[in-house]
């Protein structure tokens, strides 16, 4: 059965249930299991698995101010609760060698697709557009895929500016715990909202309800 990502919300690092996940995640790929690349600031840690596709982040707890360039053996893991998860659906870029790309861009790039071609996120069903309780992702679910669903969004930008330098559109189910950045020429310049809906998913974060 598909690991379930939204229940690992709250867990430290150490914690079974993130290792049982991680554990089934790999068998869906070639590739096997190793220590995740480690970025540590003050005030968040990041675990990036750039072969699963998947990156968590973690919230320092109890008055702990992680420094700079730790590493995993360095860090108080019992101190860090996981605060929000990033999934990638990272298909090969369509632009060429000489593009300029952004720092984070980048590093978003390093991402593999995500291990799953097919997983399931649950909803609230009194706050989603059609009333069920789930919605199924797939590595070709777009946006009227997913406001069909989910109805309109809670938040959204980006979109705007020249296509070549804009921010991808993204919107966010704050009630659901669901935020989505498109990905594609559909996603970017002056009609991105317009051509969006045929833009496919290129990062969902997935944190916890706003239930407000």
Same mark, same amino acid.
């Given at each position: 059965?598909?690991p @379930?990502?939204?229940?690992?919300?709250?867990?430290?690092p150490?914690? &079974?249930?993130?290792?049982?996940?991680?554990? +089934?995640?790999?068998?869906y790929?070639?590739?096997?299991?190793t220590? /995740?690349?480690v970025?540590?600031?003050? *005030?968040?840690?990041?675990?990036?698995?750039?072969?699963?596709?998947?990156?968590?982040?973690?919230?320092?707890?109890?008055?702990?101010?992680?420094?700079?360039?730790?590493?995993?053996? &360095?860090?108080?893991? +019992?101190?860090?609760?996981? *605060?929000?998860?990033?999934?990638?659906?990272? /298909?090969?870029p369509?632009? !060429?060698?000489?593009?300029?790309?952004?720092?984070s861009?980048?590093?978003?790039?390093?991402?593999?697709?995500?291990?799953?071609?097919?997983?399931?996120?649950s909803? !609230?069903?009194?706050? !989603?557009? !059609?009333?069920?309780?789930?919605?199924?992702?797939?590595?070709?679910?777009?946006?009227? *895929?997913?406001?069909s669903?989910?109805?309109?969004? @809670?938040?959204?930008?980006?979109?705007?500016?020249?296509?070549?330098?804009?921010?991808?559109?993204w919107?966010?189910?704050?009630?659901?715990?669901?935020?989505?950045?498109?990905?594609?020429d559909?996603?970017?310049?002056?009609?991105?909202?317009e051509?969006?809906? +045929?833009?496919?998913?290129?990062?969902?974060?997935?944190?916890? /309800?706003n239930?407000?």
């Amino acid at each position: 059965m598909a690991p @379930d990502i939204q229940t690992l919300l709250g867990a430290n690092p150490s914690a &079974d249930s993130i290792t049982v996940f991680l554990k +089934d995640l790999v068998q869906y790929t070639n590739t096997s299991l190793t220590a /995740p690349e480690v970025k540590s600031y003050s *005030d968040a840690v990041y675990f990036n698995y750039y072969p699963l596709g998947i990156s968590f982040l973690f919230i320092p707890q109890k008055g702990y101010k992680p420094t700079r360039g730790l590493k995993l053996e &360095d860090l108080q893991v +019992d101190s860090l609760v996981l *605060d929000s998860i990033n999934v990638y659906n990272a /298909p090969k870029p369509k632009t !060429s060698p000489t593009t300029t790309t952004t720092s984070s861009r980048t590093a978003e790039l390093a991402f593999s697709t995500y291990s799953l071609s097919k997983w399931n996120l649950s909803l !609230s069903p009194e706050a !989603s557009a !059609s009333n069920e309780s789930l919605i199924e992702i797939s590595l070709t679910t777009n946006g009227k *895929d997913l406001v069909s669903c989910l109805g309109e969004p @809670d938040r959204k930008g980006g979109g705007s500016g020249p296509s070549s330098g804009s921010i991808g559109i993204w919107c966010e189910w704050s009630k659901h715990g669901i935020m989505v950045e498109f990905g594609g020429d559909e996603a970017r310049g002056p009609q991105a909202w317009e051509r969006g809906k +045929d833009a496919m998913w290129r990062v969902i974060t997935v944190f916890r /309800p706003n239930q407000e």
